[in-house]
């Protein structure tokens, strides 16, 4: 039987989420649902509405953007402000009035994982019935946009009087993939964003050209309404101007969060500006550990992991470690 895998685009979570299901292109009676979406809405952004459970706790960056905050008495050594103002960027944050949270996220990951967990798109319920009936019939089975040539295409309207959308009004997903596997009682999800060119004149188009999120969710505990926590999920973001990033989050086992910022720039840690910048959160140990490095390549003539890169270096090259708030949820 062939195999499929649809995380290898996401090299932080392959160790993770080893065992892909099986493709389900043959020797299964499911038949995959997945249609094309074209949907309009007055607003991109994902915010809290009073009487009603809150939503931003399911965001992405939710746990790392509080969990980087020092303890009483601890020094990031001005650390955090610059994350933050990088995260703020990268995924359309609105800082709180303490700062140390935000009010609303606008960006393409976060708005569809939130019209999945909401129910509010047909085909996406559609998806999620057969992920759960999969797994209670122990069958495989696979939803896919890209086998049914099936396109998800969102538009902004707000504040347009009329007029055609920005690109960034306009957020294209070229592939929306649910694949089950009972056989190890596990539900992947992945999606990828591509956003659309800017035009020549504009002189500050969004940041992020384009974004993935894969995750793994335990199948027997996987439900068609409301929110699903995965147990792993990574991001990985292509940036325009200020680099690339990734995350790697881990809600079960060692619950911790590990943000990478390759090729990037415009963050000072220790007097310099590296290239290279990994923070682990260590949910457990309320602990924050930066890693960096300038100019060093991930891997040696030999192919052999470069011990001086930000993402090989080990507990006590650390730049900057300092305790942190305490965050109950990931405890």
Known sequence: MRHSCIF???????????????????????INPATSVSLSFESFAVTDVE?????????IFYDVYRGIEPADGEDDEGVVAQLRDRLELLMGLVPGDDGTTYTSARNPLD???????????????????LMRDSITRGEASRYNTPANNALIRFTET???NGEPPEPDQTWVYVMLDWTSNPQ????????QFVARPPADDNTSP??????????????????????????????????????NA????????????????????????????????????????????????LEEPPSNTDSTPNPAHCGNQQNGDEAVSYQSVVISERQ
Request: hydrophobic share 30%.
């Open 51 to 59: 009487g009603l459970p809150p939503v931003l706790p399911h965001t």
């Open 8 to 30: 290898a685009a996401v090299p932080l979570l392959v160790l993770s989420l080893t065992g892909c299901g099986p493709d389900t292109s043959s020797g299964s009676n499911y």
């Open 246 to 293: 990734e995350m790697r989050q881990e809600f079960i086992g060692n619950k911790r969060d590990t943000l990478s910022l390759t090729q990037t720039s415009g963050i000072t840690i220790g007097g310099e500006e590296p290239d290279c910048i990994r923070v682990d959160v260590n949910y457990e140990e309320a602990r924050v550990r930066v890693f960096t490095s």
């Open 184 to 191: 190890l009682n596990k539900i992947f999800r992945a999606a």
């Open 206 to 243: 969004p940041e992020v050209r384009s974004a993935v999120w894969s995750g793994r969710f335990h199948g027997p505990d996987f439900s068609v309404s409301g929110y699903n926590q995965p147990e792993y999920a990574t991001i990985s973001l292509t940036g325009r101007e200020f680099g």
């Open 111 to 129: 708005f569809l994982h939130h019209l999945i967990s909401t129910n509010q798109v047909n085909t996406f319920n559609d998806g999620r019935r």
């Open 158 to 160: 707000g504040g347009n």
